[in-house]
């Protein structure tokens, strides 16, 4: 009985402290509001409010966040105001939703998430967004600026976390910089090489009134500065056309750069006019057409047989907005051995970090293209058709290819099919794994800001959530979602959204009931020991869906294409399971370490 009487006594302590809990919230939050009548509505001006209007002055639509006990003024705003957030089930999954937003349109994605927990959740997103180069602005909630530093509840240093992460980040101690705060972040984001902002709130300082507040001071990270677009170097790019156009075997090598400059355009008409042969990387996929006679696909550890042998044989190379990352330069000391290399980037960092550069340039990739239409338009084209040739006979030799097996679902068959139904112009979202380097090789992308997918970081789970994002970014386009079995169990719990919001995306999980890249590594270089890669279980992937009132179906090895057809007529979403083979690998492949002509599964 005694110990029955000490558990109700404890009980009843506990119940007593959290409702004066939430009775300090509330007079914490009657205290600090002014509230007035205008025409019977009741307003509140609080540092909340103030934040939503300077969002909407910067033409956010929509934001992609998850509330929390730090950010309930910032959410009592957003219901009060009717702001459009849409209510994610994980905060990785915001930043992921938000990344997807971006790749999409171009713009700045926005996300709120709460302290500790919600702050250190949307880490690997940040991180994501770095490394890929995407414009985010992230407000993470805080405790009140009293209790900074004290190892309050729900507290971390997000400043110091995401300072290697972040273009910039600021923790706001002063309501009246908040304007001029967010127009920065906002302008940094965007600016130079895109990439994430981070704005740490106080919950004080989100519930203020703007008097509030005015001699305390801004704390902000010095860690990383504002880059700036520059001059187009002149004499540097006259060099560089003069090599250019004297070359026996140029290359063009196009990244993210072109597309975050939107400079697409400028660059299919400045290789049209001298007839340069384009390689992508993984990200800038449809900035030439798949279909286009001078797109070579691409280069890389995964890329096209002709891509990676015009990186070997060719004596100049021109390198628009990518950064030389190792997926792409396998053996940066054997890269381009043959090659003059000019580097053209925004991030003056990048050049010559990775690759010896005899012509490098900062500038945008869209100011740098203008400056070649402008000032190449009397030049005589290159003497490189026996070059052009060569390539052509790559191509011709050593087509991509896969070998069909009776009873079974290529994986390859399936993106060529979806290709086909989607005439090309699908949005297209992936994971990351075996499916996403075979959507890289075989769906035939032809416009700009058509993949959505993790590059640098590599990111499982990145999928789902991303695929919302661009859906809500352009609800007339069709989204397609390619995943593996495992990451789409990383961020499954994101099907709720898109129940929710009624969005339309097709889901296609190519399953072999395995971790399949990991896999394909252990069997090439670590004889075969299958350590931890292989799922002995899995759940019902199509009663997952159903779960989440989403039709799920599996397609069967004899009738596959035509359900695939009746999947893509649907007006509303899909998830469809296609069961493919376990060891299937994915070729071209370059070993780590080795050069880009040293291919393997080549014919």
């Not at 940094?188 to 902002?197: E, Q």
């Not at 010559?352 to 030049?379: C, H, R, Y």
């Not at 959204?497 to 889901?507: D, S």
């Not at 994915?586 to 002509?597: F, S």
Request: with cysteine; hydrophobic share 40%.
């Amino acid at each position: 009985m005694q110990l029955r009487e000490v558990m109700r006594r404890t009980e009843n302590e506990v119940f007593l402290f959290f409702r004066l809990m939430i009775q300090e919230e509330v007079n914490f939050m009657l205290a600090r509001r002014e509230v007035k009548e205008q025409d019977g509505v009741h307003t509140v001006s609080t540092g909340s409010d103030v934040l939503l209007g300077i969002l909407k002055q910067q033409g956010v639509e929509l934001i992609f966040g998850y509330p929390g006990g730090a950010v309930l003024p910032l959410y009592d705003a957003v219901y009060r105001q009717a702001f459009n957030n849409i209510l994610v089930r994980h905060e990785q999954g915001a930043v992921h939703a938000a990344e997807g937003y971006a790749k999409a349109t171009g713009k700045t994605g926005v996300v709120f998430v709460t302290s500790g927990p919600g702050a250190t959740n949307a880490v690997t997103g940040i991180a994501d967004a770095m490394l890929d180069s995407i414009p985010l602005i992230v407000f993470t909630g805080q405790v009140g600026c009293d209790s900074i530093g004290k190892d309050a509840f729900q507290e971390v240093d997000i400043l110091s976390m995401t300072a290697p992460i972040t273009k910039q980040n600021y923790q706001i101690h002063e309501l009246d910089n908040f304007p001029k705060i967010i127009e920065e972040a906002f302008k940094i984001a965007a600016s130079g090489r895109p990439g994430p902002v981070v704005i740490d709130l106080p919950k004080d300082i989100a519930s203020s009134l703007p008097d509030d507040f005015g001699d305390e001071k801004l704390v902000i990270s010095e860690e990383h500065s504002v880059q700036r677009t520059r001059n187009v170097d002149e004499s540097m790019m006259l060099k560089i056309s003069e090599a250019l156009l004297k070359a026996k075997k140029p290359l063009i090598l196009a990244g993210g750069g072109v597309l975050a400059a939107n400079a697409v355009s400028e660059l299919r008409k400045f290789v049209h006019r001298f007839d340069l042969p384009v390689i992508s990387t993984l990200v800038s996929l449809g900035v030439m057409p798949d279909k286009d006679f001078l797109f070579l696909g691409m280069g890389g550890m995964h890329g096209s047989y002709q891509a990676n042998m015009a990186f070997y044989e060719c004596d100049f190379l021109l390198n628009i907005g990518s950064r030389f990352d190792d997926r792409l330069a396998t053996n940066a000391a054997k890269f381009a051995p043959h090659a003059h290399v000019a580097h053209i980037d925004i991030d003056a960092s990048e050049l010559g970090k990775v690759i010896s550069t005899d012509f490098p340039v900062v500038a945008d990739a869209k100011d740098a293209l203008s400056w070649f239409l402008s000032n190449t338009e009397q030049m005589p084209k290159g003497e490189h058709v026996q070059w052009l040739q060569q390539l052509n006979d790559w191509r011709k030799k050593h087509p991509k290819h896969y070998e069909e097996q009776e009873g079974k679902i290529k994986p390859q068959a399936v993106i060529e099919e979806v290709g086909k139904l989607t005439n090309g112009d699908a949005t297209i979202v992936t994971d990351v794994g075996q499916h996403q380097m075979w959507v890289a090789q075989y769906y035939p992308f032809k416009r700009s800001h058509q993949i959505i997918t993790s590059g640098g970081l590599g990111t499982m789970g990145f999928g789902l959530p991303a695929a919302i994002g661009a859906k809500l970014a352009a609800p007339e386009k069709e989204v397609v979602l390619f995943v593996g079995d495992g990451g789409i169990q990383m961020t499954v719990e994101e099907l709720d959204v898109i129940r929710e919001y009624k969005l339309n995306i097709k889901i296609i999980i190519l399953n072999n009931k395995t971790l399949g890249m990991v896999r394909q590594w252990q069997d090439l270089f670590y004889e075969k020991r299958r350590s931890q890669t292989v799922f002995n279980g899995q759940p019902d992937f199509i009663k997952l869906a159903q779960a989440y009132s989403i039709k799920g179906l599996k397609l069967s090895p004899q009738h596959w294409r035509e359900t695939l057809a009746d999947v893509f007529a649907e007006k509303e979403s899909v998830l469809v399971e296609a069961e493919i083979p376990a060891l299937e690998q994915v070729y071209p492949m370059i070993a780590p370490g080795q050069p880009n002509q040293a291919m393997m599964g080549v014919d």
